[in-house]
């Protein structure tokens, strides 16, 4: 006779759990991240790590998105965010989060784009 079969977490929150060591959100360095937000590699994995954290710093030697990290990952906003929270404190990567609107267009950035604009013209 065999063993009884434990039941599967079919909405897959028991991984979730088990992949934020029980938080739900983040903290810190990550509670202003945007699905926007860019993030960056900053250092190599290292044996040991969890295989969550070295896919996202594998994914991100280039800069790559929250949400598109999410979408590869399979993974929902709150725990990526807690994951990236991790690497974060430890300095594996870097965010880079996006202008906000009211920012947008004003001060050098402005200037950066007039220059730009004029030497495409010259040519």
Known sequence: MSAPRRPTDPSGLERYYVLTGGRSGPGGSASGLDV???IVSRAAAVPGMQHEHEEIIRRCRDPFSVA???A???LPFNILAVLLADLLDAGRVEARHP???SDAGS???????EEVLSGLQRL
């Open 36 to 38: 926007a937000t860019l």
């Open 68 to 70: 598109e990290l999410g």
């Open 72 to 74: 590869h990952l399979g």
């Open 99 to 101: 202008i906000p609107a």
């Open 107 to 113: 001060g050098a950035d402005l200037a950066l784009l």
